[in-house]
T-cell receptor
């Protein structure tokens, strides 16, 4: 079975603080992909990043960075120097190539509130 | 610019009504998906389609059906709406291409209230 766990339901930080959103996944697939999406108050999920199971290199994009560790089955997302515009619900998702179906498994999301 | 549109942002229907939610994508994507989003439960897959006239059940198909007569359009149908179907409904699409690694493109969502 595949599963994505985002244990943090809601996080509140003050602007300019760094914040890490946790994502832990379970899969038996040897090849899989992990994603992060942002859902601002407008409602539309926006794709942020994709990682495949063979690439454990961390990635940085501006104030965003991602840490993928297969040993702990985690794909954590860090926002550095948070801003009010980062306030949103963030979803981690998993897609397994070997599972034989076009399914993406989503976590329950983490609501991030950045206070001015 | 990539675009997925949904027919309504907000919809209010009465119990027992037949409800149609429409989704259109302009990216020539093969795969289309319907999710519902509820607080604390994240996104749950209702149905998906990987080609015209093809469909597969997701995790919570009960009470729903779908139609895909054209590649760009994927409709979700609530045959007889019930109050427990009050939710946010999200449509998404992906390119089949090289497999499941494609990111999904989402519509803005339809917030359905059944009274």
């Amino acid at each position: 079975a595949q599963k994505v766990t985002q244990a943090q339901t809601e996080i509140s930080v003050v602007e300019k603080e760094d914040v890490t959103l946790d994502c832990v996944y379970e899969t038996r697939d040897t090849t899989y992909y992990l994603f992060w999406y942002k859902q601002p108050p407008s409602g539309e999920l926006v794709f942020l990043i994709r990682r495949n199971s063979f690439d454990e290199q961390n990635e940085i994009s501006g104030r965003y960075s991602w840490n993928f560790q297969k040993s702990t089955s985690s794909f954590n997302f860090t926002i550095t120097a948070s801003q009010v515009v980062d306030s949103a619900v963030y979803f981690c998702a998993l897609s397994g190539v070997n599972s034989g179906t076009y399914k993406y498994i989503f976590g329950t999301g983490t609501r991030l509130k950045v206070l001015a | 610019d990539v675009k997925v549109t949904q027919s309504s942002r907000y919809l209010v229907k009465r119990t027992g009504e037949k409800v149609f939610l429409e989704c259109v994508q302009d990216m020539d994507h093969e795969n289309m998906f319907w999710y519902r989003q509820d607080p604390g439960l994240g996104l749950r897959l209702i149905y998906f389609s990987y080609d015209v006239k093809m469909k597969e059940k997701g995790d919570i198909p009960e009470g729903y059906s779908v139609s895909r007569e054209k590649k760009e359009r994927f409709s979700l149908i609530l045959e007889s709406a019930s109050t427990n179907q009050t939710s946010m409904y999200l449509c998404a699409s992906t390119h089949r291409g090289s497999g499941r690694e494609s990111e999904q493109y989402f519509g803005p969502g339809t917030r359905l209230t059944v009274t």
